[in-house]
């Protein structure tokens, strides 16, 4: 982590200076520059980071002039004393506002916890149906529970009287030596003859 020491009287903004080789793709041109840079005495307090992916150098605490002097001189040179060697390069200069930035940082938290605010009021209310309807479940369950054990209770108690119906209809079938059309017939006069 860097610390900026910002006195009141200076903007509080960091500059940074990007130094990119358009046409050459070479690494190597890339470690050359930054080797240069890092034995020019003015720039000793610069902080130089190496983005290899991109080719370019990313320098922190130096002013764009600077930079552009120190490269200037790197062009001048290698493309006269080497053989013409093409320096096609860059130089961008990114300031941040550290206000301005401080800001659109606090805007974004903001955003973010009323998300976070949001996502929670739907958490807990998804919660409290979902208790609701378990709730209704469980009462449910309960009901159905009863009613089974009610309607458990009520053919045991039927098959029961099938089972008192069957034996009693058994023991008379027993009792009765007489065939069951001669007592059917009897059963029968006795009703015509009382009639």
């Not at 991109?54 to 120190?70: F, M, P, Q, R, Y």
Request: some cysteine; charged content about 40%; proline content about 1%.
């Amino acid at each position: 982590m860097h610390v900026f020491n910002i006195e009141q009287d200076q903007p509080h903004v960091k500059s940074t200076i990007y130094v990119k080789l358009r046409r050459n793709k070479d690494k190597g041109a890339l470690i050359y520059i930054r080797k240069h840079l890092r034995h020019q005495s003015h720039l000793c307090n610069v902080k130089i980071e190496t983005d290899y992916d991109n080719l370019e150098l990313i320098l922190t605490g130096a002013s764009k002039e600077d930079i552009e002097t120190v490269m200037t001189g790197i062009a001048r040179g290698m493309g006269k004393g080497h053989g013409g060697f093409d320096w096609d390069y860059e130089v961008r200069e990114d300031v941040l506002d550290f206000e301005t930035e401080l800001r659109r940082l606090e805007s974004e938290l903001s955003k973010k916890e009323d998300k976070i605010e949001y996502i929670r009021k739907k958490v807990l209310k998804a919660e409290k149906s979902w208790k609701k309807r378990n709730k209704f479940l469980e009462k449910r369950t309960k009901t159905l529970q009863f009613q089974n054990m009610r309607d458990l209770e009520a053919i045991k108690n039927d098959r029961e009287i099938i089972k008192s119906l069957q034996d009693t209809n058994m023991e008379l079938h027993e009792k009765s030596e007489e065939p069951l059309f001669k007592m059917i017939g009897k059963r029968f006069s006795k009703l015509l003859g009382n009639s």
